[in-house]
């Protein structure tokens, strides 16, 4: 098993950026596919971003590509989303999920997920 935990959420104006992180316990992490969702409220979970064991692939939501940048620390157990130019309909809660096979963006591929950091965006 591996245990996720994210942090660096927080409150931001449109166009702004933050820098999500989503540390690891367990397992070994390079063992893992890494993936972002985000969930707004009263809408479904959705797929943001995600990223290969090996952090050389990466994937993205047509809604976030070229604003959101996902990277991984396999040294550190850590990975990241680098958030830019955000927007309001960018708010959401922020998950962080792992696969122990391959990058996936259903979120149903996932076994273990953090318990979210919460991002606003204002206007």
């Known amino acids: 098993q591996v245990q996720l935990v994210e942090s660096g959420g927080g409150l931001a104006q449109a166009g702004d950026s933050l820098r999500l992180s989503c540390g690891a316990s367990?397992?070994?992490?390079?063992?893992?596919?890494l993936a972002w969702f985000r969930q707004a409220p009263g809408r479904e979970r959705e797929f943001v971003s995600s990223v290969s064991r090996g952090g050389d692939v990466t994937d993205y939501s047509d809604s976030v590509k070229g604003r959101f940048t996902i990277f991984r620390d396999n040294a550190r157990n850590s990975v990241y989303l680098q958030m830019n130019s955000l927007k309001p309909e960018d708010t959401a809660a922020y998950y962080c999920?792992?696969?122990?096979?391959?990058?996936?963006?259903?979120?149903?591929?996932?076994?273990?997920w953090g318990q979210g950091t919460q991002v606003t965006v204002s206007s």
């Open positions: 367990g397992r070994p992490f390079s063992a893992y596919a």
């Open positions: 999920a792992a696969n122990p096979w391959r990058m996936k963006r259903d979120l149903r591929e996932y076994d273990y």
